[in-house]
């Protein structure tokens, strides 16, 4: 006699938990990579009573102003020290290649006001539509 063979139902369902997995690992490292992005030269900022940024998707170019009154690059997680000139032809640069691109001044509280108002000169005539001045929020 013969021994019956009983066929087995293909199963026809996606096992989600390793996708589950991935996606909370990342999760995590998002989470832990994200403060990370924004660096630039330490200052210290003035602290106003201002309301945020509108989340935007490009990358911010940030020009760190220095209480000496020297100006820094955030060039890919490094930091360079630049002459007015330098930053024109650079910001020129990037805005030609995504005109969209945030320019971020971080001016630390005890920079002259004139290192400042030059450099936002230098940024409006590479062509930067706005700039955004970073400030700490009040009560810090």
Not at 35 to 51: C, I, R
Not at 109 to 120: F, H, K, Q, S
């Amino acid at each position: 006699m013969k021994a019956k063979r009983t066929k087995k139902k293909l199963v026809a369902e996606i096992n989600v938990v390793p996708y589950i997995d991935v996606t909370l690992v990342l999760l995590v490292v998002f989470m832990i990579t994200a403060p990370l992005l924004m660096q630039g030269v330490k200052v210290d900022l003035p602290s106003a009573d201002s309301a945020p940024m509108d989340n935007v998707d490009d990358e911010p170019f940030i020009v760190s102003i220095k209480a000496d009154g020297s100006y820094w690059l955030d060039l890919g997680g490094s930091n360079q020290i630049q002459t007015l000139t330098e930053i024109k032809v650079r910001v020129a640069k990037i805005l030609r290649q995504s005109p969209k691109t945030p320019i971020l001044v971080w001016g630390d509280g005890r920079v002259d006001y004139n290192r400042v108002i030059a450099l936002m000169s230098e940024l409006q005539r590479a062509g930067a539509p706005a700039v955004g001045l970073v400030t700490e929020p009040l009560g810090h």
